[in-house]
């Protein structure tokens, strides 16, 4: 549990469910510490930039991914491999949300509590 503590975000999700706030996360917080490189095709990034980049990746992901993923060295070749697992979902989640988001509709609700309630579960 104290872990948890010491992440700057909320850690990937196994069933993936967060991914695409994970992924905007991960980018924000690597291009702070200058590290995005690391994640991008025929980088030059040293050892020490791969290893550091490595570190916050596992630290921000699900245990079991993190086993899952136990021989994976190099950032880039986690990163791919989660987007290959992951990447399906927006094209399942966007539209369901997008239209979630056409259908909203303030008069539908008797509250503005409910209505916020539902806005931000979108």
């Given amino acids: 549990m104290t872990n948890i503590k010491n992440r700057k975000f909320i850690a990937l999700d196994i069933s993936g469910k967060n991914y695409l706030s994970w992924v905007l996360d991960v980018k924000l917080h690597l291009s702070a510490k200058k590290l995005r490189h690391t994640i991008e095709e025929e980088n030059?990034?040293?050892?020490?930039?791969?290893?550091?980049?490595?570190?916050?990746?596992?630290?921000?992901?699900?245990?079991?991914?993190?086993?899952?993923?136990?021989?994976?060295?190099?950032?880039?070749?986690?990163?791919?491999?989660?987007?290959?697992?992951?990447?399906?979902?927006?094209?399942?989640?966007?539209?369901?949300?997008?239209?979630?988001?056409?259908?909203?509709?303030?008069q539908d609700f008797k509250t503005v509590s409910e209505y916020n309630s539902t806005l931000f579960k979108i």
């Fill in 44 to 106: 030059a990034a040293t050892n020490e930039e791969r290893a550091t980049a490595l570190i916050f990746l596992r630290h921000h992901i699900d245990d079991d991914l993190k086993y899952e993923y136990l021989t994976v060295e190099n950032p880039l070749e986690l990163w791919q491999n989660l987007n290959d697992r992951f990447e399906h979902l927006k094209a399942v989640v966007l539209p369901k949300t997008m239209n979630d988001w056409a259908q909203l509709r303030f």
